[in-house]
């Protein structure tokens, strides 16, 4: 009985120590990745990974570094002072950037529309006369800057019904703007991306006209990539393959929320109302939302496909290789460690 009293005491004793040793030993170093988010849902995937711990356990802390735009980002991102981009368009200022050097690759895919999330609306009071993308003909079409990914795609519309980005006049405007403008009669038609787009539509302002899924089939339009700052890959090749790892979960999570009803989605959007500016939660039932491939793809042929473009507008004066600008290393481990999704 003395000893069994014994044995109980001394392992009372093993417990108090343990417990005294965890509160005084500091917890597991977390590696600090600086990321470069903007308050949009294309940031999705990183902000589920954030809340669902994903990123935490591969040992990384997330600092957000807020930008206006992704353009602020590039050149902090080149110089080292943030490590990832989430989410970079693919717009001409990208290949640009590559031809000069840039210590920057592009190792995962952010958004692919297969869904025609981004769209060219026209102006209501138009309809009549707007039936198809030819009749925009001589008329006023926004985008929202030079070089984008939506001014490659109004060009690759207006070239699936016979006209140029000569047949049009070009207005650059931010895409709040762009209903203001509709309202007003300043513009007869603009590439929209969402919510925008669901809410001018609900505000009887503006009419579908096009998807980028109608005239961006093959290949499918890639419109935002993943970055990496290559020196800080290759000196951290455990923290650039952890960040990979929880942003494909991230990513898997989006993809299965975007499917409907269910507590993934009702997970997935309290998470974009905290992170992003869209804060009303019946609009993420109206809206679209965008495609991350659950499997990191990144579409090279649509790339290579804006690139050419971009270069036969003039806007890209000295073209890339597609395939040195590319490194799909942690997507491929990433998809090996956690399986294909199906």
């Given at each position: 009985?003395?000893?069994?009293?014994?044995?109980?005491?001394?392992?009372?004793?093993l417990c108090a120590g343990a417990f005294l040793l965890d509160a005084v030993l500091p917890a597991a170093a977390q590696e600090v990745v600086r990321n470069g988010p903007l308050g949009i849902s294309v940031y999705g995937q990183a902000f589920i990974a954030i809340e669902k711990g994903y990123f935490r356990?591969?040992?990384?802390?997330v600092k957000l570094e807020q930008f206006a735009g992704g353009a602020q980002a590039m050149a902090p991102l080149s110089a080292g002072q943030l490590e990832v981009m989430?989410?970079?368009?693919?717009?001409?200022?990208?290949?640009?950037?590559?031809?000069?050097?840039?210590?920057?690759?592009?190792?995962?895919?952010?958004s692919v529309d297969i869904y025609g999330v981004d769209v060219l609306l026209a102006r209501?009071?138009?309809?009549?006369?707007?039936?198809?993308?030819?009749?925009?003909?001589?008329?006023?079409?926004?985008?929202?800057t030079a070089g984008s990914p939506l001014l490659y795609m109004l060009g690759k519309m207006l070239e699936s019904d016979g006209l140029s980005m000569?047949?049009?006049?070009?207005?650059?405007?931010?895409?709040?703007?762009?209903?203001?403008?509709?309202?007003?009669?300043?513009?007869?038609a603009a590439t929209q991306v969402e919510p925008f787009s669901t809410l001018f539509q609900d505000r009887g302002i503006a009419f579908r006209?096009?998807?980028?899924?109608?005239?961006?089939?093959?290949?499918?339009?890639?419109?935002?990539?993943?970055?990496?700052?290559?020196?800080?890959?290759?000196?951290?090749?455990?923290?650039?393959?952890?960040?990979?790892?929880?942003?494909?979960?991230?990513?898997?999570?989006?993809?299965?929320?975007?499917?409907?009803?269910?507590?993934t989605r009702d997970e997935v959007i309290d998470?974009?109302?905290?992170?992003?500016?869209l804060k009303d939660k019946a609009l993420y039932e109206r809206m679209r939302w965008n495609y991350?491939?659950?499997?990191?793809v990144i579409v090279k042929e649509s790339l290579r496909d804006q690139q050419e473009w971009h270069a036969k507008e003039g806007s890209v004066p000295k073209k890339v290789d597609i395939d040195a600008i590319v490194d799909e290393q942690y997507v491929r481990r990433a998809v090996q460690k956690l399986g294909v999704h199906k």
């Open positions: 009985m003395h000893a069994m009293k014994m044995k109980r005491a001394i392992a009372l004793a356990a591969e040992g990384i802390e989430p989410s970079s368009g693919v717009a001409s200022s990208l290949f640009n950037a590559f031809a000069r050097g840039w210590p920057v690759r592009i190792v995962g895919t952010n209501s009071d138009l309809k009549p006369q707007i039936r198809r993308i030819a009749d925009l003909k001589g008329r006023k079409v926004a985008t929202n000569k047949d049009v006049e070009i207005v650059y405007l931010q895409f709040p703007d762009m209903g203001t403008a509709f309202q007003n009669k300043a513009i007869d006209l096009a998807g980028s899924d109608e005239a961006l089939r093959n290949p499918p339009f890639q419109v935002a990539v993943v970055l990496y700052n290559t020196v800080w890959a290759d000196k951290h090749p455990a923290a650039a393959q952890g960040f990979m790892n929880a942003y494909i979960r991230g990513s898997r999570d989006y993809v299965e929320a975007s499917r409907g009803p269910g507590k998470v974009l109302i905290k992170h992003t500016r991350p491939d659950p499997n990191g």
